[in-house]
């Protein structure tokens, strides 16, 4: 078993619609976690950033940390077809330590 | 600032044979990771260099390895190609403060296609 799941998709969905992305984890030692978003031959960019369980909101975008059930999340909202993407998530045991544990990515079309 | 560079962008090789990837961090950026990634098994970690040393290793084979020279880019080599090796290689750049969590900014990888 994968120490981090991820649904790869492929997911589409219409213009301007409400997106879910998640993840589960087995290993209760992370204690980071990321959201990176991946177009076509670029490279992972990251998006969002959480320690704490709970919610995090930058723009459209917000994730949310639920650590009791070891499940994140990041939705997009009022989506745009420049949001069609790969979707990584990622977590980190130790602050600092750059040991990146990603999910198999989502892959996410938005349909004008 | 100029982003994580990688060279080169794209590299056909055929088994048996070694390759060396390159890559520069980002100006003042001291820690430099490299991940593979396959539509198999997703990104993966290989290692972390910071200030010329290994300091963490991902579970992968002793025919990867790499480097870090003074100026923080950093090298990775593999030995002995096998086909499973074709894979997108990235480096991702940090700068390491100390304090809070450093952001991984990645480079565009390089294409490995081993035939």
């Known amino acids: 078993q994968k120490e981090v799941e991820q649904d790869p998709g492929p997911l589409s969905v219409p213009e301007g619609a409400i997106v879910s992305l998640n993840c589960t984890y087995s290993?209760?030692?992370?204690?980071?976690f990321m959201w990176y978003r991946q177009y076509s031959r670029k490279g992972p960019e990251l998006l969002m950033y959480?320690?704490?369980?709970g919610n995090k909101e930058d723009g459209r975008f917000t994730a949310q940390v639920d650590k009791s059930s070891k499940y994140i999340s990041l939705f997009i909202r009022d989506s745009q077809p420049s949001d069609s993407a790969t979707y990584l998530c990622?977590?980190?045991?130790?602050?600092?330590?750059?040991?990146?544990?990603f999910g198999q990515g989502t892959r996410l079309t938005i349909n004008p | 600032k100029a982003g994580v560079t990688q060279t080169p962008r794209y590299l056909i090789k055929t088994r048996g044979q070694q390759v060396t990837l390159s890559c520069s961090p980002i100006?003042?950026?001291?820690?430099v990771s490299w991940y593979q990634q396959t539509p198999g098994q997703g990104l993966q970690f290989l290692f972390e260099?910071?200030?010329?040393?290994?300091?963490n290793k991902g579970n992968f084979p002793g025919r990867f390895s790499g480097r870090q020279f003074s100026n923080s880019r950093s090298e990775m080599n593999v030995s002995t190609l096998e086909l499973g090796d074709s894979a997108l290689y990235l480096c991702?750049?940090?700068?390491?403060?100390?304090?809070?969590?450093?952001?991984?900014?990645f480079g565009p990888g390089t294409r490995l296609t081993v035939l």
């Open positions: 991702a750049s940090s700068y390491l403060a100390g304090e809070g969590t450093d952001t991984q900014y």
């Open positions: 290993n209760s030692a992370f204690q980071y």
């Open positions: 959480t320690y704490s369980s």
């Open positions: 990622a977590m980190n045991r130790i602050q600092g330590a750059q040991k990146l544990v």
């Open positions: 100006s003042g950026h001291r820690s």
């Open positions: 260099y910071f200030s010329e040393t290994q300091r």
